[in-house]
C-alpha cells in the first residue's frame, strides 16, 4: 500500500503560480512511476504531467508544457508540480497518482494508488 497526500492548492490569479507537493508513505517511494492528474467540473480526469521512477523521463499534456513541471525528491518520497503562468482553464481538483512500474502512461486506469485530491482556482 502507498498513501498520498497532496498539498499546495488554492486560489491564484491568471498568470501566476502554484507549486503542488504529494508526499507518499508506505512502500518504496522509488519503485513507483508518477503522475498528476486533473479534474474539472463536468469533465473526465485528465493527464497533466507524470515522471518515471528515477526521474529519468518526464511527460506532460499539450495544455500544460511549457507552462508546467514535475520533478521528484526520491529521498524525501516527495512528488512536485511547479505550475506557472495559469490560466483560467487549468481550474481542477488535482490528484496525485502512483503506478508501479518504470515508465508513466497517461491512462489513469494505469495507476494502482491515488491521493485526496487538491482544488486549484485560477481567477481572472
Known amino acids: 500500500q502507498v498513501q498520498l497526500v497532496e498539498s499546495g492548492g488554492g486560489l491564484v490569479q491568471a498568470g501566476g503560480s502554484l507549486r503542488l507537493s504529494c508526499a507518499a508513505s508506505?512502500?518504496?517511494?522509488?519503485?513507483?512511476?508518477m503522475a498528476w492528474f486533473r479534474q474539472a467540473p463536468g469533465k473526465e480526469r485528465e493527464f497533466v504531467a507524470g515522471i518515471s521512477r528515477s526521474a529519468f523521463s518526464t511527460r506532460y499534456a499539450n495544455s500544460v508544457k511549457g507552462r508546467f513541471t514535475i520533478s521528484r525528491d526520491n529521498a524525501k518520497n516527495t512528488v512536485y508540480l511547479q505550475m506557472n503562468s495559469l490560466q483560467l482553464e487549468d481550474t481542477a481538483v488535482y490528484y496525485c497518482?502512483?503506478?508501479?512500474?518504470?515508465?508513466?502512461?497517461?491512462?489513469?486506469?494505469?495507476?494502482?494508488?491515488w491521493g485526496q485530491g487538491t482544488q486549484v482556482t485560477v481567477s481572472s
Open positions: 497518482a502512483a503506478r508501479t512500474g518504470i515508465v508513466v502512461t497517461t491512462n489513469y486506469q494505469g495507476y494502482d494508488y
Open positions: 508506505g512502500r518504496t517511494f522509488e519503485n513507483y512511476a
